[in-house]
């Protein structure tokens, strides 16, 4: 909300920054595991994303709104391929990709490629929303990913449980 009051001059009403915390609450609730100690340093380093995030978010919302949608969401993805290049040119990292492709190349390529195409849609409609909505309705609702995530591992538990367990009680 900081960021995009300071920033962009955006402002919610009063049933936003409820519903946004209700949004974020709901999140954080169900992200907390009753039986575990807490953990600082994920904490710590859980926020650090977020706020990286948040910036990245703010930054693609000035450019977007002030040239073009298309044009830095192309410019936004062209920095992600040069990372991941860069990622790629560390001998460890660049070792273990490729004996992981060499074991299992359908599954890997599969796999990945299917993770693509969801991140692609998922990311271009929430980079768009981010022009027609606030930054920070937008990154509040961004904030139910781990609801959703807690739901799918739960039906892989029940529906598939030789492909993935998650452990609920």
Same mark, same amino acid.
């Given at each position: 909300?900081?960021?995009?009051?300071?920033?962009?001059?955006?402002?919610?009403?009063?049933?936003?920054?409820?519903?946004?915390?209700?949004?974020?609450?709901?999140?954080?609730?169900?992200?907390? %595991?009753?039986?575990?100690?807490?953990?600082?340093?994920? &904490?710590?380093?859980?926020? #650090?994303?977020?706020?990286?995030?948040?910036?990245?978010?703010?930054?693609?919302?000035?450019?977007?709104?002030?040239?073009?949608?298309?044009?830095?969401?192309?410019?936004?993805?062209?920095?992600?391929?040069?990372?991941?290049?860069?990622?790629?040119?560390? #001998?460890?990292? /660049?070792? %273990?990709?490729?004996?992981?492709?060499?074991?299992?190349?359908?599954?890997?390529? #599969?796999?990945? &490629?299917?993770?693509?195409?969801?991140?692609?849609?998922?990311?271009?409609?929430? /980079?768009?929303?981010?022009?027609?909505?606030?930054?920070?309705?937008?990154? &509040?609702?961004?904030?139910?990913?781990?609801?959703?995530?807690?739901?799918?591992?739960?039906?892989?538990?029940?529906?598939?449980?030789?492909?993935?367990?998650?452990?609920?009680?």
């Amino acid at each position: 909300m900081f960021w995009g009051y300071e920033i962009l001059g955006e402002q919610l009403s009063q049933v936003q920054i409820v519903g946004g915390a209700m949004i974020v609450l709901g999140a954080v609730g169900s992200s907390i %595991q009753p039986r575990e100690a807490f953990n600082g340093r994920l &904490a710590m380093l859980m926020l #650090s994303c977020a706020f990286v995030l948040s910036i990245s978010s703010l930054i693609f919302k000035i450019f977007a709104v002030r040239d073009d949608f298309w044009p830095t969401t192309f410019w936004m993805y062209v920095g992600e391929a040069l990372f991941g290049t860069t990622l790629l040119s560390v #001998s460890s990292y /660049r070792a %273990q990709f490729i004996g992981l492709l060499r074991k299992s190349p359908g599954p890997v390529l #599969s796999v990945n &490629a299917a993770n693509e195409l969801i991140n692609l849609g998922g990311s271009l409609g929430s /980079r768009y929303a981010l022009i027609l909505a606030p930054l920070s309705l937008v990154q &509040a609702i961004g904030g139910t990913t781990t609801i959703f995530v807690f739901i799918f591992g739960i039906a892989l538990s029940i529906l598939y449980p030789t492909l993935g367990h998650e452990s609920v009680g």
